[in-house]
Antibody, heavy 120, light 107 residues
Framework: EVQLVESGGGLVQPGGSLRLSCAAS????????MHWVRQAPGKGLVWVSR????????NYADSVKGRFTISRDNAQNTLFLQMNSLRAEDTAVYYC?????????????WGQGTLVTVSS | DIQMTQSPSSLSASVGDRVTITCRAS??????LNWYQQKPGKAPKLLIY???SLQSGVPSRFSGSGSGTDFTLTISSLQPEDFATYYC?????????FGQGTKLEIK
């Protein structure tokens, strides 16, 4: 069974940093591109970042470029999101998501999400 | 960036109704269009990928169509568990943009 379990969310002050982790199991992690998607309270889904299978290629939403860094440890089956210079508008539930190239690069498995709150 | 526009933003319907949600891309995305269902407090769930392929385990009352810039999600006969918010998303290029969502409510 595919499982994605996020951790590392919490309350942080504006300008602070946080590192999210996502532990993957039930599939060959090193074969899949992985993404982060966020959702502010009461709002829609917003794509944040993606990382290819070997960690060599990344993309970011303009709103987080230069502040967030996506990375992975394929030996530990873990995806990360380093978030620096956090702003109030970064407050959201952050989802770790797998993309399936065989399914048109659709986001086929989602974690339960971890809440990040940026507030003083 | 590719903009995704869904319509309507909200929709009231009854059990047994046929419902259609549309999604338009700001440029051609071939068939790289996916549909997700999200219920309150839960993670989204993939329903349709590549515009018209049904994800494993998803009921056959859900179907998708379209290519290029115009796409539709159809629910042939609404069931009580279908009342949720639906999102389209393009996987043609980065950033992988989502539509703003369509909230399907019980009439």
């Amino acid at each position: 069974e595919v499982q994605l379990v996020e951790s590392g969310g919490g309350l942080v002050q504006p300008g602070g940093s946080l590192r999210l982790s996502c532990a993957a199991s039930g599939f060959t992690f090193s074969s899949y591109w992985m993404h982060w998607v966020r959702q502010a309270p009461g709002k829609g889904l917003v794509w944040v970042s993606r990382l290819n299978s070997d960690g060599s290629g990344t993309n970011y939403a303009d709103s987080v470029k230069g502040r967030f860094t996506i990375s992975r440890d394929n030996a530990q089956n873990t995806l990360f999101l380093q978030m620096n210079s956090l702003r109030a508008e970064d407050t959201a539930v952050y989802y770790c998501v797998r993309a399936d190239a065989a399914a048109g690069r659709a986001l086929d498995y989602w974690g339960q999400g971890t809440l990040v709150t940026v507030s003083s | 960036d590719i903009q995704m526009t869904q319509s309507p933003s909200s929709l009231s319907a009854s059990v047994g109704d046929r419902v259609t949600i549309t999604c338009r891309a700001s440029q051609s995305i071939s068939s790289y269009l996916n549909w997700y269902q999200q219920k309150p407090g839960k993670a989204p769930k993939l329903l349709i990928y590549a515009a018209s392929s049904l994800q494993s385990g998803v009921p056959s009352r859900f179907s998708g169509s379209g290519s290029g810039t115009d796409f539709t999600l159809t629910i042939s006969s609404l069931q009580p568990e279908d009342f949720a918010t639906y999102y389209c998303q393009q996987s043609y290029s980065s950033p992988r943009t989502f539509g703003q969502g369509t909230k399907l409510e019980i009439k």
